[in-house]
């Protein structure tokens, strides 16, 4: 009788990357822990064509559900103890499932796990280590575009990233307002992990990076999506998740926050490029709208000087997902 999974991997995909059938070969060859991977595809998509008959399910979803929704369908599937979310534009390396979930299973405040993320057209270069803010208040990937691969120790970041990372379902429902809804919803795609980050954070979890697990990442190949619609959740989701985020600390920091927009704003303008002028635009109108649903009048969920901790020097690096 073959062992019950400890481990539901999700890959959502609406069927655009092109390194898809490595991303689920990689998963489903690596099986030192018996786990199962669930691919969640837009409906529309011939799934047996696409994928081959390598995953253990398919999920299939309105071409509509945005990443949120597509990772909380699987999730609410399944019935593991621990669950990765693996976009379909990455490729595990041997060992990542065995290195995050030993990590994982091994502290219970450890909420969330992730490797190295590196860049799959330049494997020397990193993609992220985690997720952090700059002093703008905009989530950045640690250590973006560096050569210097962190120390082989584990250590605490402030989040994870969504595109490749690993929970502990008792920590998603603990973060959780709302049964199956582990990544608001409301969000779509983008900001919607650094949002988990801060609600994880919020009811005692911690999120760690293991330097010894790695992964490729090709990076936009899972998304279809014009950049005036990129820039448009990346703007707006980021006030949201701020709103949320903070609370009534959120006033004292607004102005710094909308500064760097503007800034972005006048760059964008000033190079032409009118795809992202036209994002940050919309992405505000789209924060307007949606702001009373994630404001609040109480404290930080995170302490202020928790955030700071988590706070990088450097100012560039919009969320580069």
């Not at 490595?22 to 018996?34: G, P, Q, V, W």
């Not at 860049?119 to 990193?126: H, S």
């Not at 605490?156 to 929970?167: I, N, P, R």
């Not at 995170?302 to 580069?320: A, K, N, Y």
């Amino acid at each position: 009788m073959p062992n019950l999974p400890r481990l539901t991997i999700v890959v959502p995909t609406i069927g655009h990357s092109p390194v898809l059938g490595d991303c689920l070969k990689a998963l489903t060859t690596d099986r030192e822990i018996a786990s199962e991977v669930v691919v969640v595809i837009d409906e529309s998509l011939d799934a047996a064509e696409l994928l081959l008959g390598i995953p253990d399910r398919v999920i299939p979803v309105s071409p509509e559900a945005g990443f949120s929704a597509a990772c909380n369908a699987a999730i609410c599937e399944s019935e593991t103890d621990s669950v990765a979310v693996v976009n379909d534009d990455v490729v595990v390396d041997p060992g990542w499932i065995e290195i995050l979930i030993a990590t994982l299973e091994n502290d219970s405040q450890v909420g969330a796990v992730q490797g190295v993320n590196l860049q799959l057209p330049q494997p020397k270069k990193i993609d992220g280590c985690g997720i952090a803010w700059n002093p703008y208040w905009q989530a950045i990937q640690v250590d973006h575009g560096s050569s210097h691969l962190p120390e082989s120790t584990t250590r605490e970041v402030y989040g994870v990233s969504g595109t490749a990372a690993m929970y502990s379902r008792k920590a998603l429902a603990a973060a959780s307002p709302r049964p199956h809804e582990m990544f608001d919803p409301v969000l779509h795609t983008y900001y919607e992990d650094v949002d988990l980050a801060g609600r994880l954070r919020s009811v005692g979890y911690r999120s760690e990076l293991v330097p010894k697990a790695q992964a490729q990442h090709l990076g936009g190949a899972s998304s279809s999506r014009d950049a005036n619609w990129r820039y448009r959740q990346i703007y707006g989701n980021r006030i949201l998740v701020l709103a949320r985020l903070l609370g009534r600390s959120l006033w004292p920091r607004l102005a710094k926050i909308v500064w760097r927009d503007l800034i972005d704003l006048s760059i964008a303008t000033t190079h032409g490029a009118y795809d992202k002028r036209r994002g940050i635009l919309a992405g505000w109108s789209r924060a307007s709208r949606l702001f009373g649903k994630f404001s609040h009048r109480g404290p930080s969920l995170v302490p202020i000087s928790v955030l700071h901790q988590f706070m990088e020097t450097r100012e560039e690096g919009q969320d580069r997902r």
